[in-house]
């Protein structure tokens, strides 16, 4: 059993700033990849940005120079600083991450969302 648990969620004002930290528990050997969804109503969720265990980062170029995604892995702690937030950042941040448990079995984990909400 893995659990992933996003925090720092809530509402900013349109040019702010938000920290959103996810932490990954249980049965776990590993964690490859790590990465930012996000999905706001009436759309599909959508690819905001990942971070390999070696801290290869890849971005969605809606957020390029604006976020920036770092992991603890000593943690399996995964942060999204997000700065200069715009009103159509506005939706529910979920965690995904690619685990090796401690049987060595291989999967994809999904945390419970976040929801964050910038204001005009």
């Known amino acids: 059993q893995v659990q992933l648990v996003e925090s720092g969620g809530g509402l900013v004002q349109a040019g702010g700033s938000l920290r959103l930290s996810c932490v990954a528990s249980g049965s776990i050997f590993s964690i490859d990849d790590m990465a930012w969804y996000r999905q706001a109503p009436g759309k599909q969720r959508e690819f905001v940005t990942s971070?390999?265990?070696?801290?290869?980062?890849q971005y969605a170029d809606s957020v390029k120079g604006r976020f920036t995604i770092s992991r603890d892995n000593a943690k399996n702690t995964i942060y999204l600083q997000m700065n200069s937030l715009k009103p159509e950042d506005t939706a529910g941040y979920y965690c995904?991450?690619?685990?090796?448990?401690?049987?060595?079995?291989?999967?994809?984990?999904w945390g419970q969302g976040t929801q964050v909400t910038v204001s005009s």
């Open positions: 971070i390999s265990s070696g801290g290869y980062t």
């Open positions: 995904y991450a690619w685990v090796i448990s401690t049987s060595r079995a291989q999967f994809s984990a």
